[in-house]
Structures are given as structure tokens and as C-alpha cells.
């Protein structure tokens, strides 16, 4: 009997699983299109030899030595649904045999930037606050509730990081008319300005906006970047929004410049997760605190799958993927951030 | 000696003042431009004869009756700043005789489409009920406190009301890519397609939407035609968003919809302004309040004085007034909603 | 029997007809809605005085003395679909007494937008010249033909009047990224700015532009605005492109400028239409000459019928016009250019 | 003596020279920056083993057997300025070492787009044919000139190959309103969808569309994909615009295709260039013709070496080139344009 051999594919997607990242119509598409072993990250090299051999996509990332990769004649690609990468495979060696590594962490750009727009608005017109001063009886009406309030219409707004996240942000504010300038080591200029954004550096970014937005991915070399210098040169009265990782800024010194009234901030990322019940930032006002929800949406995780099921069918067809990032070999190494435990 | 003679103006702008509605520097400029004779509503009849001869600009809402008009020869414009339009001047003579009524209220089309981006984006992620709970210490984190987060991007959103307001608020849509509908029995469909919305029907705009704005002006004739069928018509789960003011809602019935689950809201506008203490809106899960700051913006305020100078300008210079809204003969008697008491 | 009574329309749309104006199905929707009644200009004051009296709307522009308007006691709106106001009716009696002036000349913005950047890409890369050369068989290949051709995109451009069809020629303008700066007196800043333009005095247009569109409209004050030290002050080699009427240009001080190499230049108007044969502007290079048919496109006579039926279905709902541009007491009088004495 | 040691760049830009793709500051900057060793394609192997040892970077395309590869232990990047990839590498080798391969043919994207909206002007309104009309006395006024004229804005528009310069082109149409779609077998839907065009077969984009962009890269696989069937699929009366190469189309079918009135089109691609002065489509009416003189703009060579300038600085901080475009191993063999003998 002749039946068409489908193409093997590893699925080892934890921290997520199969069901968070394809809805059930994607599943069913991609059971019937593919054959799925399913394994977890401790067994993954456990797999039988005829597995190991044939496999050519895998679906997670899970620890490769670089023994087990030679034994993986037919890999073409690893597409990480976690999207930080972890040091647990020979890279080189993939990218020598043409084996791409692939991210799917675009899919958060775009609720990130919805959320980093709806904590600039909290910040500017205290929605949520002057909610529950609602529920309590206690609201001012009209102009007498809008002292602090301001405009992000016409404000000049920098982003530091323009990468997917970056971009989402900057087109979500096109209708606000703002005046965007971003800083971004790892671009060249021109991309900047094909975006409709000013290249800036990063001091001019502090200095001349009225809302910063931090969307720079963590990498071994910018831990800290944003210290108490930083916030020092920012407008009084600005606005800090932190939406990537909190290793990129010195946490201790952001809040000072919040608690001494230079600056006001927001965060949905902290330096413990969760955070201890005690930590002072909890109770600090002029501070909008958002527990790392900004793009764990269940929309989000599907748009995953989306990605998944159209590169690979890219790569079928002899293409490489063109809707993940890919990794690449000069900056594999640098991208740090802690992967995360739970969705 | 020989002085250029200044065109007279007179100054009534209560509820407001010169100084809400003027910069220092735009406050200078009108002085040194035009002759300014400053008076309240109530004193204005009393003003001296060769004033009321002479004046050319009103700024502000006076009581003007009929015998006092004739008496105006002099009279181009009454540059309304309140933006309600009291019905306490012959209108149709001013409009007979060429005097122009404008008014100024398009200022606060863009902080109110800003609030009402905001008052969205908390239905749909909830920013400042989450940054409550962590200050108490009981956050959720990650993909647990987003079980009812939605995205605006993408979303079907419909705008009932397209004038000034709605035009901004659909201008800061554009980014998100959402398909926008809008119903405005005002306005012939060509304007809504120019302006890159569908028109379509109220029962449209009320079944086929994630996120429905209300920026209808109340008129004499569209009270309380939001009722218990309209809310009916929504699709379950959906954001009702309610700016312009509370008449053209039966809000008792938007609290039941909101309360049986049906739908959730938010609104910036009351039956009863303030609103009693004991109002059961208040503690209201799912319906976030705001206590009509909306608008009341001091920087929209400064706009006011902006097109009142740009459009004396431009009258001064013998052309028509461009910037404020002009009141239109036939529909003056139909607007009609209460001025405000404070700013 | 009962039948309701239509609504009375009279027809004199000359030059235009009705069946230049509207589709087969807008002129039977038309026919149906209203009782038509079609005469010409010169029979107009003699339609029977029940006419007279019970007309509503009129679509033209027929000779009326202050008598007739008189006896047309239940006029609202003169249609006028030929878009030159000529000094034939008591303008200030109509204003007087209500009675909306109309005009539609907006139709033509779109398509003389089109056909003035198709003239600013004929002169930045000489495409028809090129083609002709083609079919002589003296064709340059590649960067040899090239050697006079520019882009738009990233260019300065400035634009002389921000009526409508400045507005349509400054959106076709988005997708080039070009610093667009526009001159209009009669317009306040603010608007220039709301359109994304930059206001600039007509002198900052002339000296900072790679390429200068004239849109501004004819006026009785404007006549060769645009003279011999206008086009002096242009950058060696800017283009020169004339949409509006030729009577706010110095011809001849234009065709000296381009013909001394200063300038290049492209015009759809002319001093006389139809030019004499003997015209030196005929034989002229880097003058790209269009005969007047920037606008007289049929899809744009088409629209005109569509925006009569919405404005004629708002006043019909006691709504002000709202779709063509109504005519203003202060400048009726001021607009100048001579009617079309052909579509 | 202590002198920074500067990165070695072998320039072999032929057919280019670095002065056509470098102003005279940018080449005064890459060779303060660098250490520059030019020479030629014929000469490229014979260069001393020292400086095939170091080079790092080369300008160019020269032919690279795998021995001579070998040697060079320092490289980095080719950085092909012809734009076409022949196949005078072992791609593989250098992609299996990490070598990029690197090309700046999206510098044409621009001015190309630029031409191909020219040329559909042309087809729309004739403004090349009408000038020429003109200079003979013998033009058509007004509507009369105008029988064949249409309008792109709201225009059904399709895109044939949606890479660098689908993009641009569609940039271009965002001020037209149009209805855009587009076919690229080589992308997943989405990012046509993130584009803001629609997805569509080929059949589709022939069937249901006004105007037809073929902007398609040849590759191996889609010689004549376009012929007498595909342009019998087209609208009566439509327009067919070839941008890239005239591999891609069946020519004979095409020109039979408009000598039978049921296309029009016009092509800046010929299947022999220069084109035998007794080929028949020289003086084919309704059949605009250009001398691939679309992209070979003086300003658009300048970008190649913003471009090459560009990317050596991100590489010599470690990070990967963005601002070309990267030859890919899947497709490099399928890329099969011939290269420009000329600029």
C-alpha cells in the first residue's frame, strides 16, 4: 500500500503545551499534516534512533548535546515556542549545517504594546485610581480631578529598543501624532527613519521626552543601563514605562526618582517574580504596577501556532521560514533573559 | 493724535475666564490686538450704548434678547466658549443679519477620544483594578491575571456619533487596524467612508461590535435612546464606552446589562452630576467610573483661546471664521444638552 | 386619492446636464424622489409663478433678480453643479433669508490630485518624452537615460492653496515620506498643521521646494500672484506645476524662467483655452502642457449627482448641507475664475 | 609605534565603481575607516596570500573558487553591489562558515515604485501622449481629452511579488484609497496581511483587478509564468505593468494581448536590451515603453554604499548585517536574473 510519508516532527513545547499554543482547528491541521511525536525535554534524547534520525522540525527547545544534534541527520529546524533561547544546544554547529533556530516571540508585541499604552494613560489620567476614589465616594469632578493629568497627543515620546515590540508600540501611537524618537544599539539609523522614528541616542531619549518607554530586550551586556544617572536626566515629571525585563534598569534607583517626585513610572516587570510581599514598591504611590501580564494572553499563545504551522509549511516547500525570528549566530550568545517558569 | 482704533470686543466667557481659556502670552496678544471691554452675563444688557454699538466680537454666551441684538450694529460674532448652546439669543436674527455663533467645544474632542482609548484599554486589561490588588499583595501573574483580557487590535469597534469627537477617537484607532463602524444619522455615509469607517445602522453599530464608544451629542430628540433592547442587541461579553452624556442612555437599564453579565462599561458621564452618594453605579463591578474629567483638560482649555484668536483673525482680515464649530440655523434648537456649572 | 406630495426640484444644470451628472440609476432615484421640473437659464424666470413658489432646491446656477427670489418663497438650496460662482443671484438676500449656495467643485479634487502628480513624475522621469524616443528607436538604456531624473520620494514639496484639492493632492503625497509645507492665506495654521502640513509664507514655498503644485483658487485679489521674482526665488531646476487657474501665474515671466533653465515646469491651465497655435509655450522643453483636462473626468461629473442627492436627503431630514461646499457671504464675492463653457 | 590596525576590505565593485555607489564623502569615510585594497574580478585570485588572509569584507562579486575560499580564514561578508547573485561562489561553504552573503538591490525599490506609478499615470490619463499631442496643435481640451481617462484612487490594484519592491509600491498607493492585493508564493499570508494588502492567487489578482503590478524577482522556476492565459484572464480594458524582468512574462502573448484592445501596458523590461530597432512593440499604441530605466537613479547607487557602510559598522561590533538583504541558502540557487552589464 502506497501512502504519501509525512514529515516528522518532535513536539516538546513545555514550559507550554500543544493545546496553549494551536487552537483546535490549527491542532487537528497539524496532526494531519505532520507526524508528532510527542516527548518532554527529559526524554527528548531517549527518543528512538529511527526518531532521532528522521526527525526535521522540533517544536520547544529542549537539550541537545552536540552528539544527539550529529545524530539528527534530516533537522532543519528548532522552532522555540518559549522564545528566550537557553544555552542548551550547539548552536554553531546548527548554524554550520544550515539548521535554523527560530523564536516565536513576536506574537507578544502587540498586547505589550497595548498594555504599555494603557499604563501611559493610567499614568496620565489615573483611570484605575480615580475608579476606585469612585467606588469609595471620595471623586473629584471635572477639572478638579485633572491637575496632574496630561496629553500623550503631540508629546514627545521615546522608545528605548526597537525591535517587534518597538514597532508595535510606535504604530499604535501614529493616530496620537507624537513626536517618537527611539534608541536602539543594534539598528542602524536608516531603519529608524523608515519607520517614520528619529534616531536618537540614548541620553537624548531621556532628556527630551515626556514618556520613555523600555522595550529593550536583556542581553549579558545592558544589565543596569537605566541607573540613577538616567532617571536624573529625565524631564521632571515625566513618565517611565518598563515593559521588557527588569534587569535592564537599576529597580532600587528608579524608585528614588518615582519616591522624590522627579519622575512618575509604571512596570509590569519586577526583580523578583513574584515579588516579595514586603517590597516597597507595592505601596508606592505614582507607581502602576502590572504582575508581568502585558502579553500573556491566550491570543497571544495561539498566534504561536499560527506561526509554527506557516513557517513550516515555508520550509515544506523548500523556503526558509520567513514568519519567526530567526536567531542568529552573533547574537545568539547575548540574549539572557530567564526564561520564563509558568504561561 | 493719530491711533489705529482698535476692534472692540467684549468679554462674558463664564463658566470660564480669560484665564482658563488663555495662555499668559495669548492673554497679552488679545489685549494689545483688540480693545477688550471685560463683563458678566448678567451686567452685559447694561453695557454702555456706544459699547453695544461698537462691540464686533462676543466672547462668551450672553443673555441677548432681540431689542438688545438691534442695538449691536456693529456685531460679527459670538464665539461661544461654554460649547453648550443656551437658548438665550434670536438666533435666527443673528443668523438673518450674517452674525456668526461658533463655538470652541471641538477642543476637547482629543483628551476625551484619549480617555476613552483608556477607559477601553482598563475594560480590556483592567491596568488599574490589577495595580489595586498588587498593592494589597494579591496580584495574579502572567497568563492567570489575564483569564478575561481582550486585545483592542483587530477588534470590531463601533462609534455611534461621528462628529468631531468620533473623528478623534477613530484617528487614535488607526494603529490598532481595528474595523471601525460608525452610525450617524447627522452625517450623509460619504463622510463616514472618507473618513475610513463603514457606515452602517445603529442595530449594526450595537450587534457587531467588540467595543461600542458613545460621542452622540444629546439633542432634543435622541434622549434616552440607548435603552434595555439596545443592550440586548450586544454581543455578550462586550465593552460599552459612554463619553458624551448620560440623556442619550437609559442608564438604569445599562446598569442591569452590566450587572446580569451581559455586557461591561464604562462611562465618564451621570444622570445626576455629582452623583448621590448612595448611587448603586458605584459599587458596580465591571462598570468603571469616571467623574466627567473626560474633557476638562487645562491644555484643552488654552485651545479655546487658540481658535477664538485664530478665528478673530481671519474675521479681522474680512474672510469667515474657520476653526470653531459654526452653530447651523437648523440645528441650534435641537442641541441641547445642559451647560456645565463648573469647568 | 392620497399621494404624497414630492418635494419640487428644478433642473438647469447648464453647461452640465443631468446626464452628465448622474448615473442612469442616481437620475431615476431622483426622478423618483422629487417632482422634477427641467428648464434652461433662459427660461428660468419665466417658469409659472406656482413653480416659482413652491421650489425647493435648484440644481444650477440660472440668473435670479432680486424680484424672483422674492416670489420663491419656500427655496432652501441652490445646487449649483457647475462650481464657478458667477455674480447672478442677491447673494446676500439668499444668505439673508437661509437659503444655502452649494457648490461641487470637490469632485474634482481627486482626479486633478492624480493628474498633478502624474505631471510631477512626467517631468521627474520624463516618461512620456522616453516612450517617444522609443518609438523612434533613440531610446537611452538604463542610468544613460536617467540622467535628469529625481525622485519625490524624501523631496521638499510645497503646495499654494490648502482647499480641498490641496488637501487630496497632500494625501496622495503620504506614502512618499516627502516634507510637505503649504501657503494659504485664507486658512488659519492650525488646519495646515491638523493635515500633517507645515504653514510656511508663500516665499518659504518658492525657496524650499524641489517641486511647487499651485492649487490655490482664483480670486479677485490673487490675479499673477505668482510673477517673475516668485519664480527667481525658486531652487535651480525645482518643478513648477500648475493645476488651478492660469490667471494667478505671469505666464510669460513662467515661461521665460523655464526657458532660461531655471526651472522646469508643468501646467493643465493656459492664459487662452484653447491656445493659439502660434503659442511659444507649445514648442517649449522641460514644459509638459496638459489641455485642461486635469478634472473633466466623468467619474467626477458622477460624483457630483452623488453629492446633490445626499445634501438634497439631509435638508429633505431639516439637516444643513453637509456634503458639497457651501458658499460664504464674506467670500462669494472675491471668487473669480471664469465658468467652463465646456465639461 | 602604536597605530590601530584597521579592517581589510577588498573592493571589486564591478560593474559599479565605488564612486558611482559612494558620494565623495562617504568614500572619504570608508577609507579613513578602513583598509582598502581594490582591484578586479579577472585579478581577485591573484592577490597576495596576506591579504586574502585578513580581508574581512569585500565589495563585489569576484569569482571565489572553494580553494581560494579556504584561504580566506578572515572573512566575513561579500557585500554584492551588482544586486544579482551569479553563482561564482561555493554559497554553501560560506554559509556553513558563517560567511553573509549580502546584497543592496533594495535601494532600487524606491525610485522603481516610484517609475511604475508614473507609468500607470501614464496609462491612465496620457500625459506623455497628450504633451506630444500638444506641442502639434493638435490636443483635445477638457473632457474631450479625456474618453480613455480613469482614476487609481479606490482603484482595484494587484501586485504580482510582494518583496522590497511590492512594498514600496504598495507604500506609494496609500494616499489612493485603493483596494490592494497581492500574490507571493514565497511569503506566508500574514505578512501580506501586516502589510495591509490581501492575500490572493494569481488568478485572482489577474481576474479582479484594475491596474496589475508585476514586480516579481525571476527566479529558475517561474520563466513565462505570465502568458496568453493569464492575460486573458485580466478586466477588459485593464492594465498590465512589468517591473522586474521580462523573463517572467510570455512577451509575445502580451503585446498580442494589447494589440487585440483587451489590455493595456507598459514595460520597462524587454526581452533583449537594447531592443532590435524593427522589434514590433516599438510602436505598438496603448503599450508605454521604457528603457529599464526604472531603478538606475544616480540616488539610488548612492544608497548601496549608505547601505555597505552601514552593515560593516554593525558587523564590526559583532552584531549581524541589517540593512541589506541576505542571501539565503534555499533560495540563492534559485535567484537567476542575469546580471546589468551597465548602470
Known amino acids: 500500500m502506497n501512502e504519501t510519508v509525512r514529515t516528522l516532527v518532535v513536539s516538546v513545547p513545555e514550559p507550554r503545551s500543544l493545546d496553549i499554543i494551536f487552537t483546535q482547528d490549527q491542532k487537528k491541521h497539524l496532526f494531519e499534516k505532520y507526524a508528532i511525536v510527542e516527548t518532554s525535554a527529559l526524554n527528548f534524547a531517549a527518543l528512538p534512533e529511527e526518531t532521532l534520525e528522521n526527525v526535521k522540525y522540533i517544536i520547544g527547545q529542549p537539550p541537545i548535546s552536540l552528539g544527539l544534534f550529529d545524530r539528527m541527520r534530516s533537522l532543519k529546524c528548532v522552532l522555540n515556542v518559549e522564545s528566550n533561547l537557553i544555552n542548551n544546544m550547539p548552536y554553531d554547529h546548527l548554524f554550520a549545517r544550515g539548521v535554523h533556530v527560530v523564536t516565536t516571540g513576536a506574537v507578544f508585541a502587540e498586547p505589550v504594546a497595548e498594555m504599555g499604552l494603557g499604563l501611559a494613560l ?37 522608545i528605548i529598543g526597537f525591535g517587534d515590540l518597538g514597532k508595535a508600540l510606535n504604530r499604535l501611537l501614529v493616530g496620537f501624532r507624537a513626536k517618537v524618537k527611539a534608541f536602539d544599539p543594534w539598528l542602524p539609523p ?154
Open 190 to 343: 536608516s531603519i529608524l527613519l523608515e519607520n517614520g522614528v528619529t534616531p536618537a541616542t540614548l541620553n537624548e531619549v531621556l532628556e527630551q521626552s515626556d514618556f520613555v518607554f523600555v522595550v529593550a530586550a536583556v542581553t549579558s551586556e545592558n544589565a543596569g543601563f537605566l541607573n540613577k544617572e538616567s532617571f536624573e536626566r529625565m524631564r521632571r515629571g515625566a513618565a517611565f514605562i518598563l515593559l521588557s525585563r527588569s534587569d535592564v534598569v537599576d529597580f532600587t534607583a528608579l524608585m528614588s526618582a518615582v519616591e522624590s517626585g522627579h519622575i512618575i513610572a509604571a512596570s509590569d516587570v519586577f526583580p523578583e517574580e513574584p515579588l516579595p510581599q514586603d517590597h516597597p514598591v507595592r505601596r508606592m504611590p505614582n507607581f502602576v504596577k502590572s504582575a508581568h501580564r502585558a502579553g500573556a494572553l491566550d491570543v497571544a499563545f495561539k498566534r504561536m501556532g499560527d506561526m509554527v504551522l506557516e513557517d513550516m509549511a515555508l520550509m515544506e516547500r523548500g523556503l526558509p521560514p520567513m514568519r519567526c525570528k530567526r536567531a542568529e549566530r552573533e547574537t545568539v550568545a547575548r540574549m539572557r533573559s530567564q526564561p520564563v517558569t509558568t504561561n
Open 122 to 158: 493610567e499614568l496620565s489620567r489615573g483611570i484605575g485610581q480615580a475608579n476606585a476614589l469612585f467606588e469609595r465616594g471620595m471623586e473629584r469632578w471635572g477639572g478638579e480631578g485633572n491637575k496632574a493629568s496630561r496629553l500623550l497627543s503631540g508629546a514627545d515620546i521615546g
